[in-house]
């Protein structure tokens, strides 16, 4: 495959040469043979003053261009160059594009070249790439990228990055080129002309392709046989502290903590005398170690799987990466691990090979996806759609190619024995420690025990989000979005959706009557659209007129509702038009079950693909009905024991309504279904106890009647050495002033904070209204490249990209909300200063926790001191804990809420933290003792 490929970068003044932007350097790079052999670089004088922005983006100054030569100049040299190549750009409409335009205005003929995306082939075939930023791509590859955004650097990484996906393009296996070479057609490179020319050489090769399973014209990863658990494993005399002994021999950097140990011991009694327990152990104790060994040990001696849940899928995957090889070298024998997700994380294998019979789906989106699932069966072992980065779109398609319960055929697909979900589940039958998370483990505990394996023992981390986590699992939702999805899946007659295609095949099958099913399908389709969208938009108003209250930071307003108001006369109108909903649904289901009877009555005359169609038509008749079901509960059936309320998006579209049921409290769902099933239950976090007391908890979670075992380990880390906590006395309080005001003082004290840490700052927000606003304030404050910001919800980018980012750079300041609480871990240099912001309360007007105060008051407790103030508690100890990650971790937090300090209640966040020096001083004088402490921590 010998080609000429001319990789191009520009640097412009702008997006639009229409509009008078110009290219300010050129860099471009050829390959021929696969290997570089040229490169041209360039300024170019634009004629026009370079913008500030792109100065400061590029570090390219008027200065630097006032000497260089004109486009017109150095095109002759540019096109030579490009004769008889591919274009190759990172993102190449832009500059292919912007290229077009200047050659037109400089008198030249256009360019007519095949053209090939970077960004595009790397979505393809890097789908464990964190970003497809050309900088992202360069860290994830190992290829030096000095000068980013200038032609020259971006050009050259672009080359590198451009020979490392054509080798591994050109590795595929013949059959797996031969699937994506259709689905590249419809895309915007180049790409399927070059795949059309591997096809052609690889056809008169034979090559080593031992390690793919070629099935049904799809190549996967060739994995090893499920394993079993048959050998025998004497434990003898092994105990979890024996085990913990030979940590010693097998982790160079093992501490010795006597946390550790205390949990080990606590755990092993626990399971030992079947009681539940709950143990807060401190950041740096070790505590995934500290269940996972004794956890383990129980579980070969019962015979019966140990079960880890954890709240995050990351917690997950580091304790299947990091903790269980350590567990495999130190155990005497072998023993089995298995990982288990919801059935939506996997791949349904044979709904992705329908969906590749699909000539007709011109989407971008859909088509990517299907080339980058291409590549990726050639990869992976768990079929997992966390190893994807998907766009927004892919995601869309995820939805139609998932796994799920009511479109399964079972034992009668053919893909059964290849099924990721179903590999999972047989993995899980056999192993000794089945690790999942609490959204799975909720699911099985509503679906009576089926999905994961017969447990009678467990560890839930991350317990603090059990509450919520429940509540959601037995709670109902719905949204019109819910409805049109479905709806739009069914589609009609005359599209390529589900009707179409039953209809098409009624008539294949010479099925009685079948035509008059579907004779008047599309206006019956055409009214139910209609009466859906009539009654959410009456259920907005209905939000609208009657909201007393707002979702913080959404754009949502929201209502709480009874039966009693269900029952009113003002709620009749939207009753009505469920009832009329209810019957048209009906209607057509009762139509579509008439014939999926008829045609499985000739199940004989059926091929795969249709018995797959079957399957997935029921699964979406099922998927209807329980979409039904749940409004029907929401409106017909509020009980007394859940809190109802409808949200409202105020900018969204005008049915943009959903509607929530969620248990008040879940103390004796747990009680009666989970806790009171199992033996043992070890409820573990490191924030779970509220003033030095597990009595909140074990009341939430319905523990009170078991009499659990507790235990408060203290992290090992020196609190009182490698953290100040500072509290400026001279900051008002919100309420002390109007919120611009309250803003301005926050964004200059942090500023003055930020000047003695040299950026290096986390500032934790409860609000992202005042997050955004501190930011624009804060960024005027600031010489253009004193720091770099980088904000939740105004920079893109999940959590994990975000705080990537901010460890990447000197001096950053990154400003966080809601997540950014917890799960986020920045150990070493990149952090020296905690801003908590104001003290984590919950908005008292949350409907949950509206109705949870009521029922508290009702009882004769107090709300505040029962229920909000525990949860902020262990809020702002989550938050707290983002600071110290490692024994040599050291710096600063700061609380600019001084209730903490003049409040009663402000001193329970106090006796709720390690013993530590605390400060309170006016915010120069704190910054002068900060600055002193620094230099002292950095002699050290």
């Not at 009832?579 to 014939?595: E, G, H, N, Y």
């Amino acid at each position: 495959m010998k080609h000429k490929y001319v990789v191009v970068d520009l640097e412009t003044t702008g997006n639009s040469p229409a509009r008078g932007d110009r290219i300010i350097q050129v860099g471009a790079v050829c390959i021929e043979n696969g290997e570089i052999v040229s490169r041209f670089s360039s300024f170019v004088q634009p004629g026009i003053a370079i913008p500030p922005f792109i100065e400061q983006l590029t570090g390219i100054t008027d200065d630097m261009v006032e000497d260089a030569p004109f486009f017109e100049e150095i095109a002759p040299s540019l096109l030579q160059m490009l004769d008889g190549a591919y274009f190759v750009a990172h993102n190449v409409s832009f500059d292919y594009s912007f290229l077009q335009g200047e050659l037109e205005n400089a008198g030249y003929m256009p360019l007519s070249m095949p053209l090939l995306d970077t960004v595009e082939l790397s979505r393809i075939l890097l789908h464990d790439a964190d970003g497809y930023q050309l900088n992202q791509l360069a860290d994830h590859l190992g290829i030096s990228h000095t000068n980013p955004h200038q032609a020259d650097s971006d050009a050259e990484v672009t080359a590198e990055l451009l020979q490392h996906l054509l080798s591994k393009l050109g590795q595929l296996p013949l059959v797996a080129l031969q699937r994506l070479q259709p689905v590249l057609r419809k895309l915007q490179s180049s790409t399927e002309q070059i795949v059309s020319e591997l096809i052609a050489e690889k056809s008169n090769i034979i090559s080593d392709d031992s390690g793919y399973d070629f099935y049904r014209q799809l190549v996967l990863k060739k994995v090893h046989r499920d394993l079993n658990n048959d050998e025998e494993r004497d434990t003898g005399e092994l105990s979890a502290l024996s085990l913990r002994e030979k940590l010693k021999q097998h982790m160079s950097q093992f501490e010795v903590r006597e946390s550790q140990k205390k949990m080990m011991e606590t755990v092993e009694e626990a399971l030992e005398n079947h009681q539940h327990a709950m143990i807060e152990a401190g950041t740096g104790v070790g505590k995934s170690l500290g269940y996972l060994i004794p956890g383990v040990l129980h579980s070969i001696r019962t015979g019966r799987p140990f079960v880890v849940s954890t709240h995050t899928v990351q917690l997950q995957q580091q304790i299947l990466d990091r903790d269980v090889p350590i567990l495999q070298k130190i155990m005497p024998f072998p023993f089995h691990a298995a990982v288990l997700k919801g059935r939506s994380h996997y791949l349904c294998l044979r709904k992705f090979e329908h969906s590749l019979q699909d000539d007709l789906d011109d989407n971008y989106d859909t088509n990517l996806t299907k080339a980058q699932i291409l590549v990726w069966l050639t990869e992976t072992e768990h079929g997992d759609v966390e190893e994807l980065n998907l766009s927004s779109g892919g995601r869309l398609f995820w939805q139609q190619v998932r796994s799920d319960a009511n479109s399964c055929l079972g034992h009668r697909c053919p893909w059964f024995s290849r099924c990721f979900y179903h590999r999972k589940r047989r993995q899980a039958q056999s192993a000794d420690l089945v690790i999942t998370n609490h959204a799975m483990l909720f699911t099985d505990l509503k679906a009576d025990s089926q999905l994961l394996p017969a447990y009678k023992e467990a560890v839930v981390d991350e317990a603090h989000h059990l509450e919520e986590v429940v509540s959601d699992h037995f709670g109902t939702q719905t949204d019109y979005f819910a409805f049109h999805r479905l709806l739009e899946r069914l589609g009609t007659t005359d599209s390529s959706q589900a009707a179409a295609r039953l209809s098409q095949l009624a008539d294949l099958l010479e099925i009685p009557r079948s035509s008059d099913v579907f004779s008047d399908w599309n206006e019956k389709m055409a009214d139910l659209k209609q009466e859906l969208d009539d009654m959410f938009r009456l259920l907005k108003l209905y939000v609208l007129n009657g909201a007393k209250a707002s979702a913080p930071d959404t754009g949502k307003v929201f209502i709480r509702y009874s039966r009693e108001e269900t029952e009113s006369r003002n709620f009749a109108p939207v009753l009505e038009m469920f009832d009329r909903c209810s019957s048209m649904i009906r209607d057509l289901l009762k139509r579509l079950q008439k014939i999926s009877k008829a045609v499985a009555d000739k199940d004989d005359h059926l091929n795969f693909q249709q018995k797959g169609f079957m399957a997935d038509l029921a699964g979406l008749r099922s998927d209807l009905e329980e979409e039904m079901s749940s409004l029907s509960h929401l409106l017909y059936s509020p009980l007394h024991d859940e809190v109802y309320w409808m949200e409202a998006d105020i900018r969204g579209a005008r049915h943009a309504v959903w509607l929530y049921a969620k248990p008040v409290e879940i103390d004796d769902i747990l009680a009666d279904e989970f806790f009171a099933k199992k033996k043992s239950v070890i409820l573990t976090s490191a924030t779970i106890s509220v003033r030095n007391s597990f009595r909140y908890m074990i009341d939430r979670l319905g523990l009170a009647d078991f009499g659990p075992v507790t235990s408060q380990l203290p992290s090992p880390f020196r609190y009182d050495r490698q953290v100040r906590l500072m509290i400026p006395s001279d900051l008002p309080l919100i309420s002390e002033c109007d919120a611009k005001t309250f803003t301005s003082m926050i964004s200059r004290s942090l500023f003055e904070i930020a000047k003695v840490t040299k950026g290096r700052m986390l500032v934790l927000f409860t609000s992202y209204e005042m997050l955004k606003e501190t930011h624009t304030a804060f960024k005027q404050l600031m010489d253009e490249d004193e720091f770099m910001l980088i904000a939740q919800g105004i920079d893109s980018g999940s959590r994990a990209r975000l705080t990537k980012n901010f460890k990447k750079f000197d001096h950053a300041i990154l400003f966080g909300t809601s997540s950014f609480w917890e799960g986020i871990d920045i150990p070493g240099d990149s952090l020296t200063c905690l801003c908590i912001v104001r003290l984590p309360f919950s908005p008292p007007d949350n409907p949950v926790t509206n109705a949870r105060s009521e029922k508290i008051r009702a009882a004769g407790g107090n709300p505040f001191y029962d229920l909000s103030l525990p949860q902020a508690i262990i809020r702002f100890k989550q938050g707290f804990g983002r600071l110290v990650r490692s024994q040599s971790d050291y710096g600063a937090v700061f609380v600019f809420d001084r209730r903490i300090t003049e409040t009663r209640y402000g001193r329970s966040f106090l006796s709720s933290l390690p013993k530590l020096p605390v400060d309170v001083r006016p915010l120069g004088e704190l910054t002068e003792e900060l600055d002193r402490w620094l230099m002292q921590k950095e002699e050290e």
